[in-house]
Structures are given as structure tokens and as C-alpha cells.
């Protein structure tokens, strides 16, 4: 058992999760309004990235102590439907009968009752 362990229960852990969840998207939407340039922050692109890296390592670190880890499989599904989402945006830019077809060919358990 950590020391962290001993001292904070799994209610505790997971809340604490939480704020660095929080922490870790409120520095990812700063470094996107430091990429897009509109409503700037005074931080450098480096400092940005430097927090967003602080944040995840505290998610990480989080993640640890409740031995909770990715799963490879998930990933894996996950990347390939995002890729299937880019790949039929293109084609909605062309065609949105077509689109809507392939849509609900890839994607069936949208329109499931």
C-alpha cells in the first residue's frame, strides 16, 4: 500500500481525480487559445504545453494510486471510429446523401430504439 493510500481513501482519490481532470482541460483549452490566437494568453506556447503536461502527469499520478490503466483494446476502437468520423466528414463535404448513408452503415447503433 502507498502512502498516499494510507492516508486517502478511494472517495478521496477520486474526487481529487476529478479537480485534476478539471485542471488538465482547463490548461488544454489555454494552449488552444494560445494556437488559435484569439483571446490570448500571455504564456509562451512552451509554458502551455509545459501545463498540460503537469496536468496529465497529475491525472497519471492519480490513475496510479486507484490502479486504473487504459486499455489498449479501448484505444484501439476509439482511434479507428475517430478516423471513420474524419474520413466521412470528407465526404459530407461532397456529398450529404451519401454521408447519411455510410453514417448509419458504420455507426448502426445511433439509430438504434
Not at 472517495?11 to 488552444?32: C, D, G, N
Not at 509545459?50 to 487504459?70: A, G, K, Y
Not at 448513408?101 to 430504439?113: M, T
Amino acid at each position: 500500500m502507498s502512502e498516499i493510500a494510507k492516508k486517502l481513501d478511494n472517495h478521496e482519490l477520486y474526487l481529487i481525480l476529478a479537480e485534476e481532470a478539471a485542471e488538465l482541460a482547463q490548461a488544454a483549452a489555454k494552449m488552444s487559445r494560445k494556437l488559435s490566437g484569439k483571446n490570448p494568453t500571455p504564456k509562451s506556447t512552451s509554458e502551455c504545453q509545459d501545463d498540460v503536461i503537469e496536468e496529465l502527469s497529475d491525472v497519471q499520478n492519480i490513475c496510479d494510486e486507484l490502479n486504473i490503466h487504459p486499455n489498449p483494446d479501448i484505444i484501439r476502437m476509439k482511434h479507428d471510429r475517430w478516423v471513420k468520423r474524419l474520413e466521412l466528414e470528407d465526404v459530407m463535404q461532397k456529398d450529404k446523401e451519401t454521408y447519411d448513408k455510410f453514417y448509419k452503415i458504420l455507426f448502426p447503433q445511433s439509430f438504434a430504439k
